[in-house]
């Protein structure tokens, strides 16, 4: 017998075979009890001299097999319950897009149903909501990925936009004819095109990181091609394709000691496992929404404070601010690298 702690799913509850009548110890029958959908009926106990249980003999009726966190969650997500093309529908693309719980699909039909409005740019109490419900939610992926400010964070339409933006602001205006860039053969297309582009732009070499027989990334390789010419490393914590899990603390360190920042593709990492990007020491990390089972047409850029500082607006584009709170917007557009008005130069500004 035994539990699944996983996710503390304790419900789900293993017992090997079905309808038989089986000894369990003391601490079996306890917990036997503690778990409805099994009917345990006691056939007898075995008693210590001070009379406390110590086996029971039960019969078991329910048997309740081991539950998968697919079977337990299930429910949640609405889309599942269909058929298609004949088949109760089975979906295993996760990896490309998750599907969305219930609780996301309340959350969107909350927002377009009761408080739509411009985040950042209005006056009134819809927008107010909007806005105050956007910035929690840039708290709750700060608190997710042990970031030490959630204006580190800074929200994009996909992991994609969230390299783009790095390599359009940092890259371009960092990196030079010679300098080098780090990547992997296992690398998402969305981490590799960017780089390309940049490359182009600025005669900065791409090094490309090759695979050991076991498909992970070979290291030695790795830390072959550090030197005082790379300027960034850019690799992904959890692949695409293959499932190997980077050792990027590692990376980091390495990187670091030659002087080159690491941007770390963590698109099938935070859906998987815990990520404290203050543990990973990088200096870029990026992730999507719609692989986490959140909407499509989210993601995030997270970066340390002083990198993020030291690179030019994205975007530009026209905001709105309210006076007892511009110096708090004008931070988090200045993180959400988009360029609207210089604070010292226009103070107070409604655009
Ligand atoms: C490892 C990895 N990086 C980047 C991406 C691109 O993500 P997005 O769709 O958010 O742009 C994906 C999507 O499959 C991915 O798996």
Redesign the pocket.
């Known amino acids: 017998m035994a539990t699944s702690t996983h996710l503390g799913l304790r419900h789900a509850l293993v017992l090997p075979q079905s309808s038989s009548t089986r000894v369990v110890s003391s601490s079996g029958l306890s917990l036997c009890k503690e778990f409805a959908p099994v009917k345990l009926k006691c056939r007898g106990v075995v008693r210590s001299a001070r009379g406390g249980v110590v086996k029971a003999v039960v019969t078991v009726e329910n048997y309740v097999a081991e539950k998968s966190l697919g079977e337990i969650t299930k429910g949640d997500f609405p889309i599942l319950d269909q058929e298609v093309n004949g088949y109760k529908l089975v979906y295993l693309d996760n990896?490309?897009t998750s599907q969305k719980p219930e609780s996301v699909l309340k959350a969107l039909r909350d927002y377009y149903g009761g408080y739509n409005a411009n985040v950042h740019r209005g006056v009134h109490a819809l927008s107010a909501k909007a806005t105050d419900e956007y910035e929690a939610a840039r708290k709750k992926i700060a608190d997710f990925i042990k970031a030490p400010t959630d204006r580190e964070i800074v929200f994009t339409r996909?992991?994609?936009?969230a390299?783009n933006l790095v390599a359009y602001t940092w890259g371009l205006t960092n990196l030079k004819e010679g300098d080098e860039i780090i990547l992997s053969v296992a690398e998402?297309h969305?981490?590799i095109v960017p780089w390309q582009l940049v490359a182009q732009k600025t005669g900065a070499v791409l090094r490309f990181v090759e695979l050991t027989s076991e498909e992970t990334l070979d290291l030695e390789q790795l830390k072959g091609f550090l030197n005082e010419r790379t300027k960034l490393v850019s690799t992904?914590h959890v692949?695409?394709v293959l499932g190997a899990i980077n050792p990027i603390a590692d990376i980091v360190k390495w990187a670091h000691a030659v002087g080159a920042k690491v941007l770390v593709?963590a698109?099938?990492s935070v859906p998987h496992m815990p990520v404290d990007v203050q543990a990973l020491g990088a200096d870029f990390l990026v992730a999507?929404s719609?692989?986490m089972c959140g909407p499509t047409g989210m993601?995030f850029l997270w970066g340390k404070s002083e990198v993020l500082e030291s690179m030019p607006p994205f975007l530009g584009k026209d905001c709105y601010y309210l006076p007892q709170t511009t110096r708090e917007f004008h931070f988090c557009r200045r993180y959400s690298l988009v360029a609207c008005y210089d604070e010292t130069k226009i103070g107070y500004f409604i655009a």
Do not use: T, Y
Request: net charge negative; aromatic share 4%; with cysteine.
């Open positions: 990896a490309a996909n992991a994609s936009e390299i998402h969305s981490n992904f692949s695409n593709d698109c099938q999507s719609h692989k993601g």
